[in-house]
């Protein structure tokens, strides 16, 4: 999986948002699809690269699937958990 954690730790350095980025030429939507870690084609890539002047190392970088879909099934339990505390404390604030 590419991901672009090293993008999102650019922007806040220079105090960018992701929509900053449609300032590089590239369509509304494009910076959603950075954020969420969706495919890109070079040519996004590349506007994205000109317009930070960096390499594309330095915007993305590569973690196998399986490590990937771990990470993220770890999150999404944990959150789950938060949910389910969130609505116990909830209850209990009520009584």
């Given at each position: 999986m590419i991901v672009y954690k090293k993008l999102k730790k650019i922007l806040q350095?220079?105090?960018?948002?992701?929509?900053?980025?449609c300032d590089a030429g590239i369509s509304v939507n494009m910076p959603a699809k950075f954020s969420k870690n969706k495919p890109m084609n070079?040519?996004?890539?590349n506007k994205v690269c000109e317009y930070?002047?960096?390499?594309?190392?330095?915007i993305m970088e590569w973690i196998p699937d399986e490590e990937y879909n771990k990470a993220n099934e770890e999150i999404a339990s944990i959150e789950a958990q938060i949910a389910e505390l969130e609505a116990k404390k909830k209850q209990l604030q009520g009584k």
């Open positions: 350095d220079r105090n960018m948002q992701w929509k900053s980025l070079t040519d996004i890539i930070l002047h960096v390499q594309p190392s330095e």
